[in-house]
């Protein structure tokens, strides 16, 4: 099982990124997807998580009205678009798949509940 971040760089205050993770390894249909984040010398914290049927979202709070995840079941892949960008969205990103579990329209705000992680992207974003 692989899962491909990418998509991070340096940015400014106010702009937007995109983060792809591409899936394989897997049926990725079968599995709820998610994106963390990490600054050095924290715990991994949630960002956002899709539903395996794509139709339920979560967001972290400071994230919420800004970021965006969504799925393309075709190309195994899920994205992270995010605008408004600031500075405290400075961190290793992090896409994890959760599942195969019961329930289409669940997902997971918790990282030990994602049973495959990718290797990170780094976003910063400068004031």
């Known amino acids: 099982v692989q899962l491909q971040a990418s998509g991070g760089g340096l940015v400014q205050a106010g702009d937007s990124l995109r983060l792809s993770c591409a899936v394989s390894?897997?049926?990725?249909?079968?599995?709820?997807m998610g994106w963390f984040r990490q600054v050095s010398g924290k715990e991994r914290e949630f960002v956002a998580a899709?539903?395996?049927?794509?139709?339920?979202?979560a967001y972290a709070d400071p994230v919420k009205g800004r970021f965006t995840i969504s799925r393309d079941d075709a190309k195994n892949t899920v994205y992270l678009q995010m605008h408004s960008l600031k500075p405290e969205d400075t961190a290793v990103y992090y896409c994890g798949a959760d599942g195969p579990k019961p329930g289409s329209n669940r997902y997971s705000r918790f990282a030990y509940q994602y049973d495959y992680w990718g290797q990170g992207t780094l976003v910063t974003v400068s004031s």
């Open positions: 390894g897997l049926t990725f249909s079968s599995y709820s």
């Open positions: 899709i539903s395996r049927n794509g139709v339920n979202t």
